[in-house]
């Protein structure tokens, strides 16, 4: 054994991981390292990276190291399980959700929805939001009620289809000015329908719109569909971060294990037409970037209060429709973001599991499907 490899094996002694080691080769002063991780969540994944590159490069700063991270979750039986189970044809299901309302949630989603398709990508959007659904509204379809069709024999949803986007709301079924005024288990079967009921087709991308906070439906969704990743959206005052460390905090419970896409910072400033150069931090300045950085999840960038955004939903065309304009290059960049740490996620760690209720224990995290 060289000596390069005796130093990088002590030194994994010492850090108490020498057991999570597969494999080691030293090739002169280059070590490829292959570790293990019994952890799926991607920002464990990064903190063992990060510990190890910052111990090699203070012991052994004359090694150039190759780390590779590799995942290995154990298979766990669970008695009494209602399980959930996967939607047919479609790759990426992406939730986008919010710590509290008010914060543009049902916006950044329309608009990200938009940005997808225009980015060549077959795209669903699932308005979650049971009390308080408004993608009709924004893609200009209220009035509209999904048909039936027969697939495989059995009678199916399909989704209303607005700039090349399939919908589904809770919206096409009721009067958009009536409340529901349900319990949450009438609200979860009525998502469950959405859901499972539909003819999605094939899809790249299925965004589901999540009401505001934590609570029954964003359960509900975990537990019928294995969640890709989840996206936050917020705006950097004080009051609606305190939030979006709950949210966050959800996903990364070892009972639901779904990854954080990310953190979008909505109404981050605003910039009179008439002044362009300034900017006015009405909400307070970098809240949101500042708290992905202590939380370790990605920041996926800011959006400024524009008019035209608000305007363009009002009227049931979403900003990101136009082209090479201020609003619709900012969805863009955001969506392109979204979609790189998407890449990392499915590179770096398994497929997500979809959290099933057992009768006596709560919530469980069984094997794969």
């Avoid at 955001?334 to 740490?341: D, G, P, R």
Wanted: charged letters at 20%.
């Amino acid at each position: 054994m060289s000596s390069l490899k005796n130093k990088a094996v002590n030194l994994l002694e010492e850090l108490g991981l020498e057991k999570w080691m597969k494999n080691m080769q030293v090739m002169g002063n280059e070590i490829i390292l292959d570790m293990v991780s019994h952890s799926p969540t991607m920002h464990e994944r990064k903190r063992l990276e990060q510990a190890l590159k910052a111990a090699f490069a203070d012991q052994l700063p004359e090694a150039k190291l190759k780390l590779n991270i590799l995942v290995d979750v154990p298979e766990k039986e669970v008695p009494n399980q209602l399980r959930g189970k996967e939607i047919p044809g479609v790759k990426n299901i992406i939730a986008i959700a919010s710590g509290k309302g008010g914060v543009g949630k049902s916006t950044v989603a329309a608009n990200m929805a938009i940005s997808l398709q225009k980015m060549g990508f077959k795209v669903g959007l699932l308005d979650a939001d049971i009390y308080g659904p408004s993608m009709p509204t924004m893609f200009d379809v209220e009035g509209a009620q999904p048909y039936s069709v027969k697939v495989n024999g059995k009678s199916m949803m399909e989704p209303i289809e607005s700039y090349g986007v399939k919908l589904l709301s809770i919206g096409f079924f009721g009067n958009m000015d009536q409340a529901v005024v349900w319990r949450g288990p009438m609200a979860s079967k009525a998502l469950q329908q959405l859901i499972h009921d539909a003819h999605w087709g094939e899809l790249d991308f299925l965004l589901l719109d999540l009401p505001p906070g934590t609570g029954d439906i964003h359960l509900s969704i975990v537990q019928q569909v294995p969640v890709t990743g989840a996206v936050i959206v917020s705006t950097p005052q004080h009051v609606a971060l305190a939030d979006v460390r709950k949210g966050v905090a959800m996903f990364q419970m070892d009972a639901i294990q779904v990854p954080v896409l990310g953190v979008v910072e909505n109404m981050a400033y605003f910039t009179p037409a008439e002044l362009p150069n300034n900017k006015y931090y009405i909400f307070g300045q970098g809240g949101a970037k500042d708290l992905t950085e202590k939380l370790d999840v990605p920041f996926l960038g800011e959006i400024p209060l524009i008019q035209s955004i608000r305007e363009a939903a009002d009227v049931g065309r979403p900003a990101a429709l136009q082209e090479d304009t201020q609003a619709s290059r900012i969805y863009e960049t955001i969506t392109q973001n979204m979609v790189a740490s998407l890449v990392e996620r499915n590179e770096t760690i398994p497929p997500t599991e979809i959290v099933r209720i057992t009768t006596m224990a709560g919530c469980s995290t069984p094997k794969k499907f």
